[in-house]
């Protein structure tokens, strides 16, 4: 975890960046918001978020009930900020223990606890863009959880940052972390096939016009009692049967002893 | 009484609706030579090409669309030694790499043409290093390639 002093220094610099190949040349054209560095949030493993849309940039911040567009012909000025709120906002923010910053269950559990705004995406064929909205929830007890057992929304943007709808994803069907958007529309990745060679997408019209049916969510996380912790590691970094220990250094990685 | 606009507003700003009414399809991959879920999945939108990255596989694979099948397969570090890589993008034809160094690698497959445009000097100078993960994917765009970065690269 690094330092206050680091987390002035990170976010103080460019959000992005736009290189002219043919020239050689770039210029910074965002900052972060200011709450970077001045709030304790766990905004390494916490990120935010940018994507491209009709030659502007889009940027989600997870804590924040805004987003933020940088138009091409006003890249030296200030980002039009615009109005986000999830029907699901419910939760206040929990700040980081700082007793716990070497913790790196609690780290990479903190995310769960609180409301957050996870990917940004955008449709070049609907012209729309999707924020996911993911409801903070109570950790289990002794299971741990996994982004897939968690309920999401998608809130659905034109390019005008007007809101369509905000629609809503049951816990276990999806994980929101791998997706593409197609000429047939917005493609999730289902959660019962994050793993083997056969991945299985759904694909989802956001644009479609008429009478969903509206939804009142009950249960926003699973309780699915999980393989013990060895056999979950194996499956997930597609270890080799024979290794019997892992060596995890937090933020760098992993190794695995035969 | 309010005008069908206001009720519209009243309903987004107050009702989730069930994604099953906007679920329309199925697209079925199969990938055998890739690993666990570390596989990343982008669009080209210019030339139609579904791109599949898998981090732990070091692999890249371009599929046609719609029928999903493979056409280009690269190694990346056979082709690139070990350059560590942040993000990659494929865009008409070309593909784009950057490293958390601030390396940007372009490579044309079909001709095997390779350019390497090394940034870290410049944008030290502004204390910008290019993010170590795919949040803020490459954006090229006119030319302009948009990268984003800091916190810890």
Known sequence: MNSKSDQNFFF???????????????????????SYRSEELNFYSWPARRNRLLEKSIYSFPHIDSLYVQEKNNSNGNPKVFPRK????????????????????????????????????TD??????????????DLPAENRLRTE???????????????????FFHAGVYDYRFYFVSPEGLCLHTAATTQGSMRVFDVFDLSKEGDPAEIVPEKLSLQIDLPPLASYLR?????DISADSVVIISGIGCSWLS | MNSCSDKKEILNENILFDSDYFRKSQINIEQPS???????????????????????????????????????????????????????YWQNG????????????????????????????????IDFRAFRISYFPIYVEDNTLFLCGNADG
């Open chain 1, 12 to 34: 103080s610099a460019s959000l992005e960046i736009a290189y002219d190949i043919s020239k050689g040349t770039f210029q910074s054209i965002s900052q972060y918001s200011s």
């Open chain 1, 86 to 121: 999830s029907i699901l906002r419910k939760r206040h923010k929990v700040p980081l223990v700082k007793a716990r910053f070497d913790d790196y269950s609690y780290l990479r559990d903190y995310h769960f606890i609180n409301d957050h705004y996870a990917e940004l995406i």
């Open chain 1, 124 to 137: 070049p064929y609907r012209e729309l863009i999707y924020s996911v909205f993911v409801p903070g929830v």
């Open chain 1, 149 to 167: 057992f968690v309920a999401f929304t998608i809130m659905v943007y034109n390019s005008d940052l007007e809101l369509q709808r905000e629609v």
């Open chain 1, 235 to 239: 499956d997930s970094l597609g270890l």
């Open chain 2, 34 to 88: 890739l690993l666990g879920e570390a596989s990343y999945f982008r669009f080209d939108h210019e030339d139609s090409r579904l791109m599949i990255w898998n981090m732990v596989a070091d692999e890249i694979i371009l599929l046609s669309y719609p029928e999903l099948k493979p056409i280009i397969e690269l190694k990346i570090n056979t082709l690139f030694g070990s350059l560590p890589i942040a993000d990659v």
């Open chain 2, 94 to 125: 070309m593909l784009y790499l950057v490293s958390p160094s601030n390396q940007v690698v372009i490579y044309k497959p079909e001709s095997g043409e390779m350019r390497e445009i090394e940034l870290d000097s410049a944008l030290a100078e």
